[in-house]
């Protein structure tokens, strides 16, 4: 697949006229070389630049690349085995990028913000499902608590804003992500995409495939094109301030090991492969409710999980030389 089959781009012919003047909208993506957004300043600066009048929050430390960051091992992005070892990292930059951002929408009378978190702001004990009314009835897993001390506070500090100043500040909470375009680093990634990157290695130089931990956790995952499709009905249709959970059903839970083998066909590796079980597996399950959602929504159509990872995983190989990848050590290095 192209990026091109990734790309959505929308006609709208008849564009000038009344109904298209009122669906006129301008995107600008930008990125951490347009503004360090852990910095006000430069914050203020992105917004002066392009004076938004809503924001989609998605910039978040634990997915960076290109930051003049210093970690241990001189590396920065998400997932399980990051979230551990970065800890205060996570819980002192996420904090500060969201607290600019905030600030710097309010200052600039920005109409709407929505801010991504994640379901790891939710408590490790808590009765399942999660859903919107449970985020602060806990401690988060002690995994990835900086992280999700972080993302839970942006629900804390929108109320509060919207206490304050009547602002429209709101978040989604999206579960585990996966598609095109995400990091496939080996090891500092979220499960997908370094699976991916494994299992295509694997295949490429006839190497072992390793899978870390038991296999047996479950997960949520949704499609990133799904999920942008959320993105876009919460801007135009949802006006609560509280956190929407953007999720595929409850019902819909898979293991890592239904993951493994998906990822094992997608990519056509023949050979075994096998579980480390010294590995940490994280959160044994943290089902998410999608009740609200679909409430809300009325209804709406999921790519199914096989389909989503087959697009994913054709277009890792076909863009393995652009995607982004990390570092892999010599001796697997393709060809
Ligand atoms: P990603 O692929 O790593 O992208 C992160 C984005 O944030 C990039 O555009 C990055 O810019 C930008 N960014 C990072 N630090 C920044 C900084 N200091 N200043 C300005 N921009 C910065 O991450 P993603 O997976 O799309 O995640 C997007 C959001 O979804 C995040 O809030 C994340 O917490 C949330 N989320 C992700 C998952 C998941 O499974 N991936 C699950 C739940 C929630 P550069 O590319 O220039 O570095
Ligand atoms: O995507 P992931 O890192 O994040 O998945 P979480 C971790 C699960 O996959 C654990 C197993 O059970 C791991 O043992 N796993 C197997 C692997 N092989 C691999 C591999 O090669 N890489 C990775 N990363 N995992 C994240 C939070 O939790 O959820 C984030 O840490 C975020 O903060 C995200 O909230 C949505 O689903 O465990």
Same mark, same amino acid.
């Given at each position: 697949m192209s990026d091109l089959a990734n790309k959505i781009v929308i006609l709208v012919t008849g564009g000038s006229g009344l109904v298209g003047s009122a669906i006129r909208w301008e995107w600008i993506f930008a990125?951490?070389? /347009?503004?360090?957004?852990? *910095?006000p300043e430069a914050a203020k600066k992105l917004f002066e630049k392009?004076?938004?009048?809503h924001v989609i929050h998605l910039a978040?430390?634990?997915?960076?690349?290109?930051?003049d960051l210093i970690l241990a091992d001189n590396s920065v992005v998400g997932g399980l085995f990051k979230n551990m070892k970065y800890k205060l990292t996570f819980l002192r930059d996420n904090t500060l990028i969201n607290d600019n951002v905030l600030q710097t929408s309010h200052e600039t009378k920005v109409k709407k913000v929505i801010s991504c978190l994640s379901t790891?702001?939710?408590? *490790?004990?808590?009765?399942?499902?999660?859903? /919107?009314?449970?985020?602060?009835l806990g401690p988060p897993h002690e995994s990835n608590f900086g992280y999700a001390h972080a993302k839970r506070m942006v629900d804390v500090t929108n109320h509060a804003y919207h206490e304050e100043f009547g602002s429209s500040f709101t978040s989604a909470i999206p579960t585990n992500v996966f598609g095109p375009?995400?990091?496939? *680093?080996l090891e500092d990634s979220h499960v997908i995409p370094g699976l991916l990157h494994k299992c295509y290695l694997a295949k490429k130089n006839g190497t072992p495939f390793t899978v870390a931990g038991t296999g047996k956790p479950l997960r949520q995952f949704i499609y990133s094109r799904d999920l942008a499709k959320l993105f876009i009905w919460q801007l135009r249709e949802y006006d609560e301030i509280d956190p929407v959970i953007l999720s595929?059903? /409850?019902? /819909?839970e898979i293991s890592i090991k239904q993951v493994a083998d998906a990822i094992v066909k997608a990519i056509g590796f023949e050979g075994d492969y096998k579980f480390d079980t010294t590995r940490a597996d994280g959160q044994f399950r943290k089902p998410a409710s999608n009740a609200k959602l679909l409430r809300l929504i009325g209804n709406f159509t999921f790519t199914p999980f096989d389909q989503a990872l087959e697009e994913t995983a054709a277009w890792f190989v076909q863009n393995y030389d652009k995607a982004r990848i990390g570092q892999v050590p010599k001796a697997n290095e393709p060809e």
């Open positions: 990125r951490s070389s /347009e503004g360090d957004l852990r *910095d392009y004076k938004p009048t978040a430390l634990g997915n960076l690349f290109g930051i790891c702001v939710f408590p *490790d004990r808590v009765q399942y499902p999660l859903d /919107e009314t449970k985020i602060h375009h995400d990091n496939f *680093d595929v059903g /409850e019902n /819909e």
